[in-house]
């Protein structure tokens, strides 16, 4: 009997779309300077690539945790970013904030020692405000942030969907449609994901777990390198079938 030699498995790289570029930005966390920095090099970086069509996309977290919240915001309400189309994904820390305005699920104070307490602090809400907390917080937090920030983190996507690419923050649930997906785990989910190795049938891009270096999995790219202690804010560039890393 003749034995046929095994044909080898050909493995397709995820692709964007003709004519596009793409950069993902990991989880900011209240790092205004090097959110700037970052953009500089991403446009830098496109201009050096020549002409395409350009989509920045935000994987979530851009608040808490670090010093510039308030400004983060400023400057992403502002988008003055040239002509790149700007993509903004929910993180659960836009969850938790949106959540404590009016206290949701009693979430504020789990929010406050996540990260929450350096947000309001951006505001100029003072410690003693709020280490205090109750309505007299409330009051505080309605007063000092603005609503133009409270509307545009409420109207951020569950996730984002570009050529073979899946862009969400935490990542998704293995086994579940693409489009039954639910927000809490798009938000929140961690070592279900993280270990999976099934083919989602998209190559899922997502930040909220800390990693010092980019992740390239099989199934998964993961680009949260923890600016806020680290200093090093992440993102992951896209073109065809090439993927790159720039770096603050």
Do not use: C
Not at 106 to 112: N, Y
């Amino acid at each position: 009997m003749r034995w046929l030699k095994p044909k080898p498995v050909v493995v397709v790289p995820p692709r964007i779309p003709q004519g596009r570029r793409v950069y993902a930005i990991g989880d900011v966390h209240g790092m205004a300077d090097l959110l700037v920095a970052l953009i500089d090099q991403i446009s830098a970086d496109d201009a050096a690539r020549g002409p395409a069509t350009t989509h920045i996309v935000f994987l979530g977290d851009l608040v808490d945790r670090g010093p510039d919240t308030a400004r983060v915001l400023d400057l992403l309400i502002e988008a003055r970013f040239g002509t790149a189309t700007l993509h903004f994904v929910a993180g659960n820390h836009e969850e938790m904030m949106l959540a404590s305005i009016d206290n949701r699920n009693g979430e504020r104070d789990a929010w406050l020692s996540f990260g929450g307490a350096e947000a309001l602090e951006s505001y100029g809400i003072a410690a003693a405000a709020i280490a205090a907390g109750g309505f007299a917080l409330e009051h505080a937090m309605r007063t000092a942030i603005p609503a133009a920030h409270l509307e545009f983190m409420a109207g951020f996507d569950d996730s984002v969907r570009i050529g073979d690419y899946l862009f969400v923050h935490a990542g998704i649930l293995p086994g579940v449609p693409l489009d039954a997906q639910q927000p809490r785990d798009l938000r929140w989910i961690r070592n279900k994901f993280l270990d999976s190795q099934v083919d989602h049938g998209v190559m899922v891009v997502h930040g909220h777990t800390v990693v010092d270096e980019p992740t390239f999995a099989r199934n998964r790219i993961g680009i949260d390198t923890g600016a806020y202690q680290s200093g090093k804010l992440t993102a992951l560039g896209l073109e065809g079938d090439a993927q790159w890393i720039l770096s603050t």
